[in-house]
T-cell receptor
Framework: KQEVTQIPAALSVPEGENLVLNCSFT??????LQWFRQDPGKGLTSLLL?????REQTSGRLNASLDKSSGRSTLYIAASQPGDSATYLC????????FGDGTTLTVKP | GAVVSQHPSRVICKSGTSVKIECRSL??????MFWYRQFPKQSLMLMAT?????????EQGVEKDKFLINHASLTLSTLTVTSAHPEDSSFYIC?????????FGPGTRLTVL
C-alpha cells in the first residue's frame, strides 16, 4: 500500500526566503507525482505535475523534482511571498492518487 | 487535460437526511472516477473508485451502504451520503482519470447539523 509522507508538517519563513518542501513515497511504481496548493476552506489547485519519466518541472517561482528510485520529490519555492501562505500537498499516482498530510506554509511580511 | 465540476459546492442538511453530490467530467469521457474525503485539518483520503457501468470499489473502512456511488454514464458519477450524521461533515472531492493523470474537481463541503 502506497504511503506518502511530507516533511515538515509546518513551516514559517520571512518573506523573500527560498524554501524546500519534501515528499516521500514508498511505492516507486507511479505514473506521476503532483503538487497541489490548498487555501483554508478551499479546494485543490494543481501546481506542478511530474510524469514518471521526468526529473523536474518548473512554473514561475516553483520547481518540483522527482527521484522515483529513491521515492522522493521536492518542491522548491523561490523568493517566497505572503501570498504563498497555504497548505501544500503532494500526491503519488500509482493508479489512484495517495496524498501526503501536507505542509502548512506561513510566509511572514 | 480534463475539466471536472461538482455540484453543489456547499450543502447544509439536517441529521438523518440523504445528500447527493454530483461529479461531472465536462470535456472527457471518464470510465473511472474517484471520490475522496477530507476532514478538517487532515489530508485527502480515497473513499472509492467509481467505474462506469459497474459497482464501485470501496476502500477499507468505508461503508458502501452509507456512501452510495453511481457511475451511470461516462460523464457523471454521483455520491449519495445516506442518513447523514454530523460526523459525515467533510469536504468531498471527486477526480477523473485521463490516461495516466488524475484531474480533481473543486470539492463539495457538506455540513450536517
Amino acid at each position: 500500500k502506497q504511503e506518502v509522507t511530507q516533511i515538515p508538517a509546518a513551516l514559517s519563513v520571512p518573506e523573500g526566503e527560498n524554501l524546500v518542501l519534501n515528499c516521500s513515497f514508498t511505492d516507486s511504481a507511479i505514473y506521476n507525482l503532483q503538487w497541489f496548493r490548498q487555501d483554508p476552506g478551499k479546494g485543490l489547485t494543481s501546481l506542478l505535475l511530474i510524469q514518471s519519466s521526468q526529473r523536474e518541472q518548473t512554473s514561475g517561482r516553483l520547481n518540483a523534482s522527482l527521484d522515483k528510485s529513491s521515492g522522493r520529490s521536492t518542491l522548491y519555492i523561490a523568493a517566497s511571498q505572503p501570498g504563498d501562505s497555504a497548505t501544500y500537498l503532494c500526491a503519488a499516482d500509482a493508479g489512484k492518487s495517495t496524498f501526503g498530510d501536507g505542509t502548512t506554509l506561513t510566509v511572514k511580511p | 487535460g480534463a475539466v471536472v465540476s461538482q455540484h453543489p459546492s456547499r450543502v447544509i442538511c439536517k441529521s438523518g437526511t440523504s445528500v447527493k453530490i454530483e461529479c461531472r467530467s465536462l470535456d472527457f469521457q471518464a470510465t473511472t472516477m474517484f471520490w475522496y474525503r477530507q476532514f478538517p485539518k487532515q489530508s485527502l483520503m480515497l473513499m472509492a473508485t467509481s467505474n462506469e457501468g459497474s459497482k464501485a470499489t470501496y476502500e477499507q473502512g468505508v461503508e458502501k451502504d452509507k456512501f452510495l456511488i453511481n457511475h451511470a454514464s461516462l460523464t457523471l458519477s454521483t455520491l449519495t451520503v445516506t442518513s447523514a450524521h454530523p460526523e459525515d461533515s467533510s469536504f468531498y472531492i471527486c477526480s477523473v482519470r485521463n490516461l495516466d493523470t488524475q484531474y480533481f474537481g473543486p470539492g463539495t463541503r457538506l455540513t450536517v447539523l
